[in-house]
Nanobody, 127 residues
Framework: QVQLVESGGGLVQAGGSLRVSCEAS????????MGWFRQAPGKERELVGG????????RYADSVKGRFTISRDNAKNTVYLQMNSLKPEDTAVYYC????????????????????WGQGTQVTVSS
């Protein structure tokens, strides 16, 4: 069982930056590929990006590529989402998710494949 807790959301002006974090409980964090998703009001939850167990592989949605960066610190059981050049359309609840994988390099991009989810943190970008 993995419990995930996001933090660091808030209100930021367009063009600004924000880093959200997701801390996992337990000693198996490094066995999990991690993902970030978001859900805007009235829209379905969508992939932001994912990172492999080792942290060496990442993938991003086209809408955030070049602006967002996912990283992880396995010693701290934490995955990060650094968001730069934020736009009003980035406003959403951001969720982290964990998927136990055997491979250290696979990045999981399908949300139905994830086993554990955090409660989400609100990010609001004002214009």
């Amino acid at each position: 069982q993995v419990q995930l807790v996001e933090s660091g959301g808030g209100l930021v002006q367009a063009g600004g930056s924000l880093r959200v974090s997701c801390e996992a409980s337990g000693r198996t964090f490094s066995m999990n590929a991690m993902g970030w998703f978001r859900q805007a009001p009235g829209k379905e939850r969508e992939l932001v990006g994912g990172i492999s167990r080792s942290g060496g592989m990442t993938r991003y949605a086209d809408s955030v590529k070049g602006r967002f960066t996912i990283s992880r610190d396995n010693a701290k059981n934490t995955v990060y989402l650094q968001m730069n050049s934020l736009k009003p359309e980035d406003t959403a609840v951001y969720y982290c998710a964990a998927k136990r994988t055997m491979s250290t390099i696979v990045v999981v991009t399908i949300q139905d494949e994830y086993d554990y989810w955090g409660q989400g943190t609100q990010v609001t970008v004002s214009s």
